[in-house]
DNA sequence: TCCTCTCTTGAGCGAACGATCAACAAGGGC
DNA sequence: GCCCTTGTTGATCGTTCGCTCAAGAGAGGA
């Protein structure tokens, strides 16, 4: 009487085999999770999201004793697991000018963020006051800028960081390029405006009119600070 | 024994004058609520926000028939009443040669946007699938770029949109320049990092060093475009 | 002084939220 | 075949959501 009762399911349940393995069944919410959480955003609801993997809710609860804690471990497989140590390696690397460099760091770097997940997830947790955007940038920052910049200066035959600090509109400079990037994919994919334009060749071309004039724009900066210091002294 | 009796009150209740007129307290609840909104979300609570008016929640839904009808009522104030009409008329202005126009346009256009509730919201907004960063984005891109970039044509001698329509690859120039700019707030006021810059300040030396290149650059791509669609005719 | 208009509130409805727990059922070892 | 381990679920708890409704209370005219 209880068993097998042909009862009409209200919802569609189950477009997963079920009985996985707990590694395979807490990739798949994991999976599920950056999918659903992206699209609605980080105060999506723990119903739906289980209705979407097609199980039930308390399963869940079951892999991650919180929401939260199913957040946190988005931020380390969307964030954290695909930065990718080879841009710290590039804009050290000493064969190339500082302006190739960066360039294709940015290339790199804007194509692993161009994502509908890594893009939405980061800006609604912005929203929402965690500190992942800050202690992210923050990365990025002090692990590819800072390089950047320190070469940038020797390139230029200008003082080291040592003898004058790096100032906050040198930082600016490089941020500035990378935001007017950043802001294609977010046009796109916050936003949503297609625009239908292929973003990695328009990024590409954004690179190839910013970059020429960043190292004179750079001198100029640096050479001001200077200026400024020694009236100030 | 029901009147005044002195119970102490759970939380902060009244930092406001009671009974106010209709036209007072509306716009009370609109300014908190932009306010508030701006903060945790478009998902915010309407009992939270009636907590910080000091007012009672039903109080909200007397002047605003559903928690919709208010965040639209938010759109009108924070976006539609704040739009300039001056913008219009800057970027069409045949007495300033056109990077001219563009420059002053973005500096007013910036100073707008670079506020905390302008930003957030508009994210906020975009997260939710709501058409407002879209249609937004729309008019800037229709009153403001389409006819800064016909202007551009004819000061560079080159086709009128008439003979030659404008290309996605010409207002992503724009674009660029202009998300590069929006980026600055974004970083401050959505991501949380203050950098303790002066932003109007690092906006415009960001234009001085985007704004020389970018007619040349503009040529480039007419000039590319033209020779892609002979070669393909 | 009292009445009336209207701004304002306390109490509460149905639904949905995150989270819990005991019971069910699919495998693999014996 | 049986049983024990473990992946999985239905039912449900306490809370909070947007929203409603009838009653309270201040201000102005008579």
Redesign the pocket.
Known sequence: M???HPLVVPSP??PT??????AE?ERQIVEGAIAYFAEVGL??????L?RRL??????L??YF????ALIERIYEEVYLKRWDAGWEATVRDPSLPCLERFRRFEIDYQRTIDNYAWLRIFVSAGLKGFDLPSRYLGMVRARIFTPLLTDMRAESRLPSPEDQPLAADEYELLFGIHGALVYVGLRSLVYGIDGGVDRDAVRAAMLDAALPGLLATHRRVVAARRETAASGA
Do not use: H, M, N
């Open positions: 209880v068993s097998t349940p189950a085999g079920r009985r996985l393995t707990a069944r105060d999506g609801q723990t119903r739906e289980a097609g199980i039930a809710q308390p399963l609860f079951r004793p919180t929401k939260a």
